[in-house]
T-cell receptor, first 119, second 113 residues
């Protein structure tokens, strides 16, 4: 499986500011995703990071609040903009490589997460 | 859309006992069902998965069963050890819906030595 790293691992931010989270994979992967895990809760998909084009957002998430970049097949960033305390969560990137199982659900691997606290 | 219900929310067992976590899903088109283990301060780790063309899969002390007719699947951990203590999440996705995993609410498993 791929080795996934995220930066920063945690941060404490003031409301109204923005934070950019980086996700780096040690090999090229087809798909990269961003999830949010609110305190004590399950994981919710924010968006699919598309290489070279705009991300695909899930219902309830918008580009102005969570701009995403994916300049190549190993790197993506998620920005949490104009933060409020409700944005305090763990933000996780994940990857899925479709090689070999092109039209079937494939294993998805997660990074260690970024723990964000907004004051 | 898909909805995944997971039970129980907490599970406490003695070391050596078995643990069973159950999930039900709503979308009959779902055909990939992974299980993740999340330890404190870490990201979820894929521990086992099952696809709709099989009914059971085993990997050492871990097994997963799938009943497509009833739309439920279960995680079985035998001979539990304290290091099995973690939060376990089930998930479901549909063929051609890459990355669209819908997660259950999670089960906090505590194994007492």
């Amino acid at each position: 499986s791929a080795v996934i790293s995220q930066k920063p691992s945690r941060d404490i931010c003031q409301r109204g500011t923005s934070l950019t989270i980086q996700c780096q994979v040690d090999s090229q992967v087809t798909m990269m995703f961003w999830y949010r895990q609110q305190p004590g809760q399950s994981l919710t998909l924010i968006a699919t990071a598309n290489q070279g084009s705009e991300a695909t957002y899930e219902s309830g998430f918008v580009i102005d609040k969570f701009p995403i970049s994916r300049p190549n097949l190993t790197f993506s960033t998620l920005t949490v903009s104009n933060m409020s305390p409700e944005d305090s969560s763990i933000y996780l990137c994940s990857v899925e490589d479709l090689e070999g199982l092109a039209f079937f659900g494939n294993e998805q691997f997660f990074g260690p997460g970024t723990r964000l606290t907004v004051l | 859309g898909e909805n995944v219900e997971q039970h129980p929310s907490t599970l406490s067992v003695q070391e050596g006992d078995s643990a069973v976590i159950k999930c039900t899903y709503s979308d009959s088109a779902s055909n990939y069902f992974p299980w993740y283990k999340q330890e404190l301060g870490k990201g979820p780790q894929l521990i086992i998965d099952i696809r709709s063309n099989v009914g059971e899969k085993k990997d050492q002390r871990i097994a997963v069963t799938l009943n497509k007719t009833a739309k439920h699947f279960s995680l079985h951990i035998t001979e539990t050890q304290p290091e099995d203590s973690a939060v376990y999440f089930c998930a479901a996705s549909r063929e051609t819906s890459y990355g669209k995993l819908t997660f259950g609410q999670g089960t906090i498993l505590t194994v007492h030595p």
